[in-house]
């Protein structure tokens, strides 16, 4: 992905499955580290109940990637947001890495604190945030929380919550081919057709400037696009029905391919009356 620089208005994004590569290629380390260009990097593991051992695979795993400059920061609790030794962490830092956990516990103790404050300050000045399993989930407005893996959604069994809003209009779920989250994502798009529900792969990323993002990493990103659906069973069946929706459009992305979130579209597709015509012509 081309390295805009200065000309950004914000920093990028780096939504990531979860299960990234830390031995290998690290193709998505590596995108990390490049646009750090050599910064500090602040690695957040609050999303853990048990923090110990995250930092010093992280540090490996960063070590020959040009990232010299990594600390931790951990909150036990929110109380803690306010203890300006915390807040100084995140002083000089070219980027934030949030690691997996339960997402609720990111947005619960950083919400609404001067962490989080910072944290969009960073961003906003052109800083890098990431995040990994948990850590991309939260960067919703709205976050999936809980909801059954590997079977048709059930009306009733799905569980979201704010984020922290750091990406607008999507709903995002992590280790998705997987753990064959299909069902809850569908689901999430049926309570908020308005939003794109964005489903990633494990060792896969998005990374996101402005309303566009490209995909890296070796498995795939899946958009579910409700807006067109023309019926849905979400509000009137009972809880433990299984869902319907007619219409609804899926896009399945791989490393390489690009989206363009405001018009809800790949970035490059082929033109539509282009492709009709050749098929009228095959017909003749």
């Given at each position: 992905?081309?390295?805009?620089?200065s000309?950004?208005?914000k920093?990028?994004?780096?939504?990531?499955?979860?299960?990234?590569?830390r031995e290998?290629?690290r193709?998505?380390l590596?995108?990390?580290?490049?646009?750090?260009n050599?910064?500090?990097?602040?690695?957040?593991?609050?999303?853990?109940?048990?923090?110990e051992g995250?930092?010093?695979v992280?540090?490996?795993?960063?070590a020959?990637?040009g990232i010299?400059?990594?600390?931790e920061?951990y909150?036990?609790?929110?109380?803690?947001?306010?203890?300006?030794?915390?807040?100084?962490?995140?002083d000089?830092?070219?980027?934030?890495?949030?690691?997996?956990g339960?997402q609720?516990?990111?947005?619960?103790?950083?919400?609404?604190?001067?962490?989080?404050?910072?944290?969009?300050?960073?961003?906003e000045?052109?800083?890098?945030?990431?995040?990994?399993?948990?850590?991309?989930?939260?960067?919703?407005?709205?976050?999936?929380?809980?909801?059954?893996?590997?079977?048709?959604?059930?009306?009733g069994?799905?569980?979201?919550?704010?984020?922290?809003?750091?990406?607008r209009?999507?709903?995002i779920?992590?280790?998705f081919?997987?753990?064959?989250?299909?069902?809850r994502?569908?689901?999430?798009?049926?309570?908020?057709?308005r939003?794109?529900?964005?489903?990633?792969?494990?060792?896969?990323?998005?990374?996101?400037?402005?309303?566009?993002?490209?995909?890296i990493?070796?498995?795939?990103?899946y958009?579910a696009?409700?807006a067109?659906?023309?019926?849905?069973n979400i509000?009137?069946a009972?809880?433990?029905?299984?869902?319907s929706?007619?219409?609804?459009?899926?896009?399945?992305?791989?490393?390489?391919?690009?989206?363009?979130?405001?018009?809800?579209?790949?970035?490059?597709?082929?033109?539509?009356?282009?492709?009709?015509?050749?098929?009228?012509?095959?017909?003749e």
């Amino acid at each position: 992905m081309a390295d805009h620089g200065s000309k950004r208005s914000k920093g990028l994004l780096i939504i990531i499955g979860g299960g990234e590569d830390r031995e290998g290629e690290r193709v998505i380390l590596r995108e990390v580290a490049r646009h750090l260009n050599g910064g500090k990097l602040v690695l957040a593991t609050v999303a853990s109940h048990q923090p110990e051992g995250y930092f010093e695979v992280y540090q490996k795993a960063f070590a020959d990637l040009g990232i010299e400059d990594l600390v931790e920061l951990y909150v036990e609790d929110r109380a803690e947001t306010l203890d300006p030794e915390k807040l100084r962490l995140l002083d000089g830092a070219a980027g934030v890495f949030f690691s997996g956990g339960d997402q609720l516990r990111i947005s619960s103790q950083v919400g609404d604190t001067p962490i989080e404050q910072r944290v969009r300050e960073i961003h906003e000045s052109g800083g890098v945030i990431a995040g990994t399993s948990a850590g991309a989930s939260m960067m919703s407005e709205t976050m999936l929380v809980k909801g059954t893996s590997g079977e048709s959604h059930k009306i009733g069994d799905l569980h979201m919550a704010p984020g922290l809003g750091l990406v607008r209009n999507v709903i995002i779920d992590q280790h998705f081919a997987e753990r064959g989250r299909f069902g809850r994502l569908f689901g999430a798009v049926a309570h908020n057709p308005r939003e794109l529900g964005i489903g990633i792969d494990e060792d896969t990323a998005l990374v996101l400037e402005d309303d566009r993002f490209e995909v890296i990493g070796s498995g795939c990103v899946y958009v579910a696009d409700g807006a067109g659906v023309t019926h849905s069973n979400i509000a009137e069946a009972r809880p433990e029905r299984a869902l319907s929706m007619y219409d609804i459009r899926l896009h399945v992305l791989s490393s390489g391919d690009s989206f363009d979130l405001a018009k809800r579209r790949p970035a490059v597709v082929p033109d539509v009356r282009t492709s009709h015509a050749i098929e009228a012509r095959a017909a003749e």
